[in-house]
């Protein structure tokens, strides 16, 4: 990228898909998710936020590796990152696409509004995992036996403690959640779900 095109970068409003950090903090990590969970995004780090002053970013001991790393392992997701020099101080670009699957941090999912981030809703992330390429890009018929009723409630119980689908009762059983997300019709699976992949959906290992 020349200087030019930074400087245009630079001159840019925040937004749905871009926005500036002067440091790395959880507000980035937030930002991240909220960018894979909508249409995807880019974080300028080592930019003053105000007024988009060149602020810079300490790059010594390995300092982008650790936070590609980092990135990959908080949120699930691969970012590309890359790294530009501008008025003698080097700033980042962490790039994220839109994921396949809610991108959750510390067990909070969030989304892009404009140039806010904030949390998704309840019936925001219901409507996400219902909607989600993973669980309808698998064909089937699959019937409930096959599906891994353990994954399932850990899942659950995981989504249920930190506020998510509170409205789905983990006590149910299996085949009247699936039905209530609006995952399973006629007797089976919508699209189909085998044991290890509903492992993989749910992001439980």
């Known amino acids: ?32 998710s909220a960018f894979a969970n909508t249409a995807g995004g880019a974080a300028v780090i080592g930019i003053r936020d105000h007024d988009h002053a060149v602020i810079g970013l300490d790059l010594r001991n390995n300092a982008v590796k650790k936070l590609a790393d980092s990135i990959t392992t908080r949120l699930g997701v691969h970012p590309v990152i890359d790294i530009h020099e501008i008025e003698g101080k080097s700033i980042v670009i962490v790039t994220v696409e839109r994921s396949r ?23 925001e992330l219901r409507e996400y995992f219902q909607q989600s390429i993973e ?3 698998v064909t089937g018929p ?16 995981r989504a249920n403690a930190t506020g998510r689908l509170t409205s789905v009762d983990p006590a149910e059983s299996v085949e009247t959640v ?9 007797g089976g ?17």
């Open 178 to 186: 699936l039905s209530r997300l609006g995952l399973a019709r006629d």
């Open 101 to 123: 699957v809610p991108v959750a941090f510390d067990g909070r999912y969030y989304t892009r509004v404009g140039d806010t981030t904030r949390e998704m809703l309840p019936d």
């Open 135 to 137: 669980w309808d890009g």
């Open 189 to 205: 699976i919508s699209n189909g779900a085998s044991p290890s992949s509903a492992r993989t959906r749910s992001g439980i290992s």
């Open 142 to 157: 699959y019937s409930f036996d096959e599906i891994d009723e353990e994954t399932v409630r850990r899942f659950l119980a």
């Open 1 to 32: 990228m020349r200087v030019d095109d930074l400087y245009s970068l630079l001159a840019r409003f925040e937004g749905r898909q871009i926005d500036f950090k002067e440091d790395v903090s959880a507000s980035l990590y937030r930002l991240l």
